[in-house]
């Protein structure tokens, strides 16, 4: 006779079972037991304690708990606590971590793909609208196949949170053609160090913790992390005065929230079915705090810290893109890199036809009623 292997979690939540079942019929005087204790989740970030994606993380943990009436709590901790930002998809990998709050390109060392899920090319479509390739278009499909069968790793994951296009970032001067940027030493993650890389500059991929001192050295003299108020967090303005807003080099990111497939599939179905629909709940929730912090992070930005807000240059973005036709011709050699650009591509091209199609110019209703501002 087989027998049906246990996970050690399943045995832990059975025999916890057993034993109340058992004490309640030998004690039968004890009251009735009315809630089981909570099963703790723990879950690391890549993000520094006081980074605003830590609050972002906090309303996914929140919504977890309570729609789960207590019954999951999650221990949720900064980068660093058990690993480093860079090292979160190994630990869940392995069962040191239960789950993660990141972004794929912080794995991108274990495939260039992995890239493809948040800051790959920028075929015409938006951050929603790659949120929306990744559930209705194809895009789950694909990272199960890269996170499990390609790189055999032990994870569920589950995208959230379409975030703005990223600046190009924080320069000591001002960088108006492509001529200006040769020879930076510039921070960037992913296929952007790639993409940046060809087109003159120097790049290291740091964690967002490890980007101030590091200019502070002098390991780096430009760089981008992702929104205002994550750069005015870890002290941007400190170390430069020029912040450029618009670029292509990552514009389609989101979270991701990844957990151990064994801790996941040992769940109850609606334990599960509040951690992956959690993440839905909390993509909202994050984009309205997005949208109220970053807006007021930029104006202190500019009006109390100093700080000359620009956008990139015409020169520059046109840069990027031929910088990523030949990129594209590179990774396409790949035939798994191949698979998910087509499919991007076929999204993209009748999404974005809807979308750029039906989008009104709302530059102009924003001049209309607030003159003067703008400066495209």
Not at 51 to 74: C, H, K, N, P
Request: glycine share 8%.
């Amino acid at each position: 006779m087989s027998i049906e292997p246990i996970s050690r979690r399943r045995f832990l939540r059975n025999a916890s079972v057993a034993g109340a079942g058992a004490a309640a019929a030998t004690t039968l005087a004890a009251p009735a037991v009315l809630a089981q204790a909570p099963l703790v989740v723990k879950m690391q970030t890549s993000w520094p304690a006081s980074d605003i994606w830590m609050d972002f993380a906090r309303q996914y943990t929140t919504r977890v708990q309570e729609m789960s009436g207590g019954r999951l709590q999650v221990d949720l901790l900064p980068a660093g606590a058990v690993v480093g930002a860079f090292q979160v998809m190994d630990a869940v990998h392995d069962g040191v971590l239960d789950a993660c709050h990141t972004v794929p390109v912080y794995w991108y060392g274990k495939s260039k793909a992995a890239s493809f899920f948040g800051t790959g090319p920028v075929f015409g479509g938006s951050a929603t609208t790659m949120l929306g390739w990744f559930y209705q278009g194809g895009g789950a499909d694909l990272y199960r196949e890269l996170t499990q069968d390609i790189l055999s790793l032990n994870v569920v994951g589950f995208m959230g949170f379409p975030m703005p296009a990223q600046p190009f970032g924080w320069f000591k001067g001002e960088v108006n053609s492509v001529a200006d940027i040769q020879g930076f030493k510039y921070r960037t993650v992913g296929l952007a160090a790639d993409l940046l890389q060809a087109m003159g500059m120097s790049v290291a991929q740091l964690p967002g913790g490890e980007i101030v001192p590091a200019m502070e050295r002098g390991v780096i003299d430009a760089f981008e992390f992702n929104n205002p108020s994550s750069d005015l967090r870890f002290g941007a303005p400190d170390v430069a005065k020029n912040y450029y807003l618009s670029s292509y080099h990552q514009a389609s990111e989101s979270f991701e929230f990844c957990f151990n497939r064994d801790f996941y599939e040992d769940l109850e179905p609606d334990l599960q079915a509040i951690l992956k629909y959690g993440v839905e709940a909390a993509s909202t929730s994050n984009t309205a705090l997005a949208m109220e912090n970053y807006s007021s992070d930029l104006q202190k930005l500019q009006n109390e810290l100093g700080v000359t807000v620009h956008r990139t240059s015409s020169e520059i973005l046109a840069a990027q893109i031929e910088a990523w036709d030949k990129l594209i011709v590179e990774l396409e050699a790949d035939p798994f890199s191949k698979k998910v650009m087509d499919s991007q591509r076929a999204w993209v091209e009748k999404v974005g036809y809807y979308e750029l199609m039906n989008a009104p110019d709302l530059a102009l209703a924003y001049e209309h009623y607030f003159p003067g501002k703008l400066k495209l």
